[in-house]
């Protein structure tokens, strides 16, 4: 076994293990790939392409359900109106509600829609929440089930689509994100995102190997996400090194992380240069150290970049709010001058202010620790797996 495979091995990934004729992978959380395609394949003939246009029927009447809900959780996300960009909250709340329902309440073809999806996943037919790069234009969440492509938020991009597509999986042109430059590419094309190498924070790269400028000039480190960070720590951070090998990040944008973090905790690289071959030592050095298998060192980062990048967004709104003073205060369609605001008026305004800005530090923290979870669910589930560690081992 060489060394690549050796890590792998560690990590628990890319080696495989034989099941009959075929060799296993691990999937990685929500990775779009069929496991055992001849089983899918029969299960699917079997139990859902003789249901198929019942069950498009059902999940049709199952937004029906789910859209007013999620209108009035979240109206906007990023500025845009539901249900643009809200596939992943579209997605989750599908599988949630699918896992309550007992198909009561149905039209009698929405029923047997459901009835053909219980009967599939009862004979052991997978239905999962997978992420991935959609046709090459934009990241999208959808199910797979069996071997069907099945989007159940297909008019988060284009509102005028058609809510539910449905599609042999193989036809879908849906893949896995293959490293951290191709997920540079689908989020320049697609989010409009400046994508550089984080040679700013070495210590932070081998997790975290991006920096992210929106198109506001908001500037992010790359959110640890559950794909992501399992794919990073599955290669050994070889991921993380490929793209920090990469020139380095230009003077401008480095100079403006620096100026956003200067007085801080987090330890700042002195130049590009320097950050890019810091960066690179620190790749090694996790390696070494087996921090792709370790569920506090992880748990760690993932906190870090939370707190750096709430500093980053402090940095920049207090950045533009000198650039560019609001003198105009829209509440329900109506126009108010601010200037003109009472004392009263503007007291009131500032306590909006305060709870929208601990609101989002809300959703951010919330966010981060759901992924520092997800880690430790991951180190339980290898404890538990581990040889002796059942409780009717010997």
């Keep these: 076994m060489d060394g690549a495979a050796r890590v792998a091995a560690d990590a628990g990934r890319a080696v495989g293990f034989p099941r009959g004729n075929i060799l296993v992978v691990p999937l990685l959380p929500g990775e779009p790939r069929i496991v055992d395609p001849a089983k899918e394949q029969a299960l699917t003939e079997r139990f859902l392409l003789p249901a198929l246009a019942d069950l498009e029927i059902m999940l049709l009447e199952l937004r029906e359900l789910l859209d007013p809900e999620l209108r009035r959780a979240r109206p906007i996300k990023l500025g845009k109106p539901y249900p643009i960009g809200q596939c992943l909250e579209i997605a989750r709340a599908a599988r949630n509600r699918l896992r309550q329902m007992d198909g009561s309440g149905l039209t009698h073809r929405a029923a047997r829609g459901f009835r053909a999806l219980r009967a599939f996943q009862r004979a052991g ?52 994100i293959a490293d951290y430059q191709h997920f540079a590419r689908i989020a320049a094309r697609y989010w409009r995102h400046r994508i550089f190498p984080n040679h700013v924070l070495p210590e932070i790269a081998p997790f975290c190997p991006l920096i ?77 150290k087996r921090w792709y298998r370790s569920s506090r060192q992880t748990a760690k980062i993932v906190t870090r970049v939370w707190c750096i990048n709430r500093r980053l967004a402090q940095w920049h709104h207090g950045i533009t709010a000198e650039e560019k003073p609001v003198r105009i205060l829209k509440i329900d369609g109506v126009d108010y001058d601010l200037a003109g605001l009472s004392a009263e008026a503007k007291a009131q305004l500032q306590n909006i202010q305060a709870v929208d800005q601990e609101l989002a530090r809300l959703q951010v923290q919330a966010a981060a620790l759901k992924t520092a979870r997800n880690v430790y669910v991951g180190a339980l589930k290898a404890a538990l797996e581990a040889p002796g560690s059942s409780p009717f081992a010997g």
């Design 125 to 176: 037919g997978a239905f999962r929440l997978v992420w991935g790069d959609l046709r090459g234009q934009y990241f999208q969440n959808a199910f797979q089930l069996g071997t069907l492509y099945v989007d159940i938020a297909n008019d988060t991009v284009v509102p005028t689509k058609p809510k539910i597509e449905i599609l042999p999986f193989a036809a879908a042109d849906f893949s896995p």
């Design 212 to 288: 992210h400028v929106w198109p506001s000039g908001r500037i992010a480190l790359h959110e640890i996400s559950g794909y992501m960070l399992a794919m990073t720590q599955a290669g050994g951070f070889a991921p993380s090194e490929g793209v920090l090998q990469l020139p380095p990040i230009p003077d401008d944008v480095f100079g403006r992380v620096v100026d956003g973090l200067t007085g801080g905790p987090h330890e700042l690289a002195r130049s590009p240069q320097l950050g890019r071959a810091l960066a690179l030592s620190h790749c090694r050095r996790a390696r070494e």
